[in-house]
């Protein structure tokens, strides 16, 4: 048996497809694009996508699909959302209800794909720079904070701005900064230095991902975070809506270092 | 009389030579880059362009004269460096000694001119994307400190990096940062943020300016500043050296934002 590649987006996609990937997309195909994925009924598609446009940092669109229509050529030629990432979550009126490796059982004539931007390529090209991310050395998830910043809400869409945070020391702090405001679709500069509680966040307590390692000296940097559209979805509870399952990303044809 | 303009840097550098203007220039000629000035012997004009080569951040080069020749041609056709500054400082053994407005009596055959990189076009910048700048808005000098961290040594050029900080919301320290890394010419990037201490600075005890107005929930950020290679002249303690007195610099025709 031929060892399966992950090098190209392409690849990955089609080890999803063929039932060949359903782990975490972490690492994989480097230099490209990874998104987070959001299906809809149209009927809350032209709300969504309004929820978007007003809070770029945390959901800078990368790909929407036509109303019914499972590909976009525009993110891989090849592609096809009911099966090219590696594991999905189906929530019903806001609640997550199945975790499932492909969707063609759950597929409506009426669904719209919203693919968004997600920080992994931020995090490859910190690495590339030699910065290190305290949570990818300690194997852990990066912790995830709801804030006291309310996103700018589109119809039933709304809810806190959910922030990553990063720690570094001063200098690496300065250069991650800079580094991540040339990759808006990873979410772009960041939106908070320093003190978490002027944006209501205790760091002990994350509400998504793993509790952080910080050192002493080291600068807690807090950048939007894709998990904010999965917030909105559940505030806005639709009857169905479907995601990616976290850290299960879609891997797109785009490279990820031209925003 | 006509009304003396000092809308090009062309326009201050003939009102200096003319004795129209011995003032600071900050707010001047806005667009051109300002440049500290440092007029050294010939028998130091090599360790100190190696010093400044090995220290860019504090002392990044707009020009070097040839030996004897006071003009910069590079830096604006008509500058004669002897009357183009609005007031200079002369050093003796390291310890100022005179200030004046031009320099004609104490010229040398020898003497090498090196001109370097100032904040003000940074902030210039600063204030054009409505960042507030908090010793400009209450009227004082900003607030330089001595730190813990020693420049690269060249010769007898020697001596702690020199700092100067603003402080700002955390919003507006993450855009200060990113754009004064697009600015190299006025010092780049911040060399530190966040906490004085670890870069051996105490906020209330400026070595240099005036004391610090600090906002509840700022950030205070640190540039590399042009008094560093100041501090390295008077370490070196040549028999004779030059400079722009304080605040008055010499305004070249390169633009500000132009790297």
């Not at 048996?1 to 690849?11: H, L």
């Not at 580094?179 to 966040?201: E, M, N, R």
Request: charged share 20%; with cysteine.
């Amino acid at each position: 048996m031929d060892s399966v590649r992950f090098d190209t987006a392409e690849q990955v996609r089609k080890a999803c497809r063929t039932g060949q990937l359903a782990a975490p997309t972490s690492g994989l195909a480097q230099g490209f694009q990874q998104g987070n994925v959001v299906i809809l009924p149209a009927a809350y598609a032209d709300d969504f996508l309004r929820f978007c446009v007003r809070n770029p940092k945390p959901a800078p669109i990368l790909g929407v699909s036509e109303v019914g229509d499972p590909r976009l050529p525009s993110l891989g030629a090849d592609l096809d959302i009911r099966y090219d990432a590696p594991a999905y979550r189906v929530f019903r009126n806001g609640e997550a209800t199945d975790t499932v490796t492909d969707i063609e059982a759950f597929w409506r004539e009426d669904f719209v794909t919203f693919v968004i931007g997600c920080s992994f390529s931020f995090e490859t090209a910190l690495l590339r720079a030699d910065i290190p991310v305290r949570h990818i050395e300690a194997g852990r998830n990066v912790a995830m904070y709801e804030t006291n910043i309310p996103t700018v809400a589109a119809g039933p869409f709304a809810g806190p701005l959910v922030v990553s945070m990063r720690s570094f020391n001063p200098q690496d702090a300065i250069r991650a900064i800079i580094l991540s405001s040339h990759l808006p679709q990873a979410h772009g500069a960041p939106v908070h230095i320093g003190d978490p509680a002027l944006i209501g966040v205790d760091l002990a307590k994350p509400d998504f991902g793993d509790a952080p390692d910080i050192r002493p000296g080291d600068v807690p940097v807090f950048w939007a975070c894709g998990v904010t559209p999965q917030s909105a979805i559940r505030h806005a509870r639709p009857e169905i809506a479907i995601t990616h399952a976290p850290g299960h990303m879609l891997v797109t044809d785009l490279r990820a270092e031209i925003a």
